[in-house]
T-cell receptor
Framework: NAGVTQTPKFQVLKTGQSMTLQCAQD?????MYWYRQDPGMGLRLIYY???????DKGEVPNGYNVSRLNKREFSLRLESAAPSQTSVYFC??????????FGQGTRLTVV | KQEVTQIPAALSVPEGENLVLNCSFT??????LQWFRQDPGKGLTSLLL?????REQTSGRLNASLDKSSGRSTLYIAASQPGDSATYLC?????????FGDGTTLTVKP
């Protein structure tokens, strides 16, 4: 049982480049989330999807877009990367108000 | 706006000691509270989930309590081991979203 799988694990981008972070869960959860984790800032919600076909902004959505491709997959896209987007990105999923499960993270550096 | 605080930010104890980690929150209108463990460079691993109607949950050497009215939760770790060294985060689930604390970094010395 893989749980929540994120790809890639590491990425270095140049300012202005674009990329998509992939997330897939195999637990049949309705809700999926993207967070970023920065030192001293804790975990902050970027976007979430309460169910297939819906997405909503979180606390820090600027500079990002998301796609809920199907029930399993939720991708995060950076259209024009900026150094301020250097962070560790986590995908999570849950069903209703049950436990949330997290992926192993993507460490992104924008130079 | 919900605010979640974890004190202390760091804690160092000798192996074998029992310890308590604290989590406080400002808005008692919550669905549940979840404790996580995060090892360096890794993702968050769920430890315990307490629903708002529950007072405590236990898993092995871990026991988490919840007092909604006072806005507090504690994570009790019995007979600590070096392998327990990690950052422990609590997350409060309210309407629409979860709010995370900044975590307590625990070091258990052999």
């Amino acid at each position: 049982n893989a749980g929540v799988t994120q790809t890639p694990k590491f990425q270095v981008l140049k300012t202005g480049q674009s990329m998509t972070l992939q997330c897939a869960q195999d637990m049949n959860h309705n809700s999926m989330y993207w967070y970023r984790q920065d030192p001293g800032m804790g975990l902050r919600l970027i976007y979430y999807s309460a169910s297939e076909g819906t997405t909503d902004k979180g606390e820090v959505p600027n500079g990002y877009n998301v796609s809920r491709l199907n029930k399993r997959e939720f991708s995060l896209r950076l259209e024009s990367a900026a150094p301020s987007q250097t962070s560790v990105y986590f995908c999570a999923s849950r069903q209703g108000i049950t436990e949330a499960f997290f992926g192993q993270g993507t460490r992104l550096t924008v130079v | 706006k919900q605010e979640v605080t974890q004190i202390p930010a760091a804690l160092s104890v000798p192996e074998g000691e029992n310890l308590v980690l604290n989590c406080s929150f400002t808005d008692s209108a919550i669905y549940n509270l979840q404790w996580f463990r995060q090892d360096p460079g890794k993702g968050l691993t769920s430890l315990l989930l307490i629903q708002s109607s529950q007072r405590e949950q236990t898993s092995g050497r871990l026991n988490a309590s919840l007092d909604k009215s006072s806005g507090r939760s504690t994570l009790y770790i019995a007979a600590s081991q070096p392998g327990d060294s990690a950052t422990y985060l609590c997350a409060v689930r309210g309407a629409g979203k979860s709010t995370f604390g900044d975590g307590t970094t625990l070091t258990v010395k052999p």
